[in-house]
């Protein structure tokens, strides 16, 4: 069968117009590829604490993804009316931000619970004690108050590790990260995640104590 110019016009044109709708496709997953990319690079500055409120506001939902990862012991896992209680001690550096960021919250089917205590030994009460920066001098002497009990002890000052804590916050370059002393997690019978463990600047795994 012999083609026609016409033939010969009609398939140069099919031809072009399929290498125009291949370029097209391309060009649109470049943009969408590039879109993605500036979607990164913004959500990664988000992450910077420019501010006091905004660093809270990093830590408060940081602690509510422990909350999620971490595995206390049946006898333990919950509170009063099926509640994870969340517990500051002293003053609390969150201001409100804590209520307004996890109070309320579902895990599973417990609800969390924000408390602000005053007195040591109401500690024993809370899954998750967060121990700031006004109690710095107070720290191993907190610590020390619920040693081997199944509580989350978590804090944002040097040394806190070191005094049997068991997550510390850091600011690196006005970012929010972490560290965590599993082996003060074991000793009191909580578990933690793989998953928390691979995003720690650091895990202590081994007990310094005597």
Not at 176 to 184: C, H, M
Not at 197 to 210: D, I, P, Q, Y
């Amino acid at each position: 069968m012999r083609m026609t110019s016409s033939d010969h016009a009609g398939s140069a044109l099919g031809a072009q117009s399929a290498g125009s709708s291949s370029t097209s496709w391309a060009l649109r997953w470049v943009a969408l590829i590039f879109a993605f990319l500036l979607l990164l690079a913004g959500a990664g500055n988000r992450t910077r604490a420019q501010t006091a409120d905004e660093e809270y506001r990093v830590k408060a939902a940081f602690i509510f993804h422990f909350a999620q990862i971490v595995d206390w012991p049946p006898e333990k896992a919950t509170g009063k009316d099926n509640s994870l209680i969340l517990c500051t001690f002293g003053e609390d550096p969150f201001h409100g931000v804590l209520e307004g960021t996890v109070a309320g919250k579902a895990i599973g089917k417990r609800i969390v619970r924000v408390r602000h205590l005053g007195e040591p030994q109401d500690m024993q009460a809370c899954q998750i004690v967060f121990l700031g920066r006004a109690q710095s001098k107070r720290i191993p002497m907190l610590v020390a108050n619920l040693h081997n009990a199944p509580v989350l002890t978590v804090g944002e000052t040097a040394g806190f590790l070191d005094a049997g804590g068991m997550i510390d916050f850091l600011l690196e370059d006005k970012r929010v990260r972490f560290e965590v002393n599993l082996a003060a997690a074991e000793s009191a019978d909580l578990k933690i995640g793989s998953r928390l463990l691979v995003l720690a600047e650091r895990v202590v795994r081994e007990s310094h104590e005597k």
